[in-house]
């Protein structure tokens, strides 16, 4: 599992380290070591500076408006919609590509790395650390989704051509309804899960994986929470839709399927998997 940083923490999670290290080769399935992998990052990431949690936070979130431009400027100079469509889906691929090789905090990467270790030892105490994450990642992300969207409406940095073609993807995003955003958040959430569970097994390569899942979900009009606050935020922020459009039908069925997707749907799937592989249950 690799060496561990010398940190105060609480007894209760220094046990919970140790006993991942001592048994790591000790595990019945490739499945079994993945799960502890992520498992161990996510005690990790649960005992972290709350300051340094938001400021990594608000640079995935800035970071994440790098996909944005990048596929409207792609969509941009290519004429052919359909070409156009399959094209720009790379550029969709660039923020979480900086964010996850970065190492920043996004909130969709942690609805399953953090509840692992719950689903493996619950507690109040992990309960109320995961719900301290998830707030302040989520706001962190949002807040420089919005920093981001805001330095494109006041600030020179593109041409009129791509200013003019910036709200299209707001738009296409708004033409869902609440069910279809929920839905598409779902798969979008599993996907975001399914990189998190892929990553410790990609080495070199995690560039690529990182691009592959995020094009499927570009591929697939997915809803992300934060990507998609990068688009309807401009809307709002441009007086295109009403504030109130982007909590609903956007926001609220986009974070409830998210959630439900990397947490429920993979995160228990999978742990369910492993606590059954492991001799009496010990997960």
């Given at each position: 599992m690799g060496a561990r940083m010398k940190t105060q923490l609480p007894k209760e999670v220094e046990e919970q380290l140790e006993a991942i290290e001592k048994d790591g080769e000790l595990l019945p399935s490739e499945a079994a070591v993945l799960h502890e992998t992520v498992r161990y990052e996510g005690i990790r990431v649960l005992e972290r500076d709350g300051y340094a949690l938001l400021l990594s936070a608000l640079a995935a979130g800035f970071a994440m408006g790098a996909g944005f431009?990048?596929?409207?400027?792609?969509?941009?100079?290519?004429?052919?919609?359909?070409?156009?469509?399959?094209?720009?889906?790379?550029?969709?691929?660039?923020?979480?590509?900086?964010?996850?090789?970065?190492?920043?905090?996004?909130?969709?990467?942690?609805?399953?790395?953090?509840?692992?270790?719950?689903?493996?030892?619950?507690s109040k105490r992990t309960l109320y650390r995961i719900m301290r994450l998830w707030v302040i990642v989520l706001c962190g992300n949002l807040l420089g989704v919005v920093a981001f969207t805001l330095s494109l409406i006041y600030l020179p940095d593109f041409s009129v051509d791509v200013r003019a073609h910036l709200p299209a993807l707001g738009h296409h995003i708004m033409e869902n309804s609440p069910y279809q955003m929920l839905v598409k958040g779902v798969f979008a959430g599993w996907l975001m899960a399914a990189l998190v569970w892929m990553l410790p097994n990609l080495g070199d390569n995690k560039i690529w994986g990182i691009i592959f899942i995020t094009y499927i979900i570009a591929l697939g009009e997915f809803t992300h929470i934060i990507a998609g606050s990068s688009e309807v935020l401009y809307l709002v922020f441009t007086g295109h839709e009403h504030w109130s459009h982007y909590f609903y039908p956007f926001a609220i069925p986009t974070l409830i399927g998210n959630i439900f997707g990397g947490t429920i749907l993979f995160g228990l799937i999978c742990h369910g998997e492993i606590r059954s592989d492991m001799p009496n249950n010990r997960f």
């Open positions: 431009i990048a596929k409207s400027v792609i969509a941009m100079h290519i004429e052919d919609p359909n070409l156009s469509f399959l094209l720009s889906g790379f550029g969709y691929t660039l923020g979480y590509v900086i964010i996850i090789l970065s190492n920043q905090m996004l909130f969709t990467e942690n609805t399953l790395t953090a509840v692992l270790p719950f689903m493996s030892h619950p």
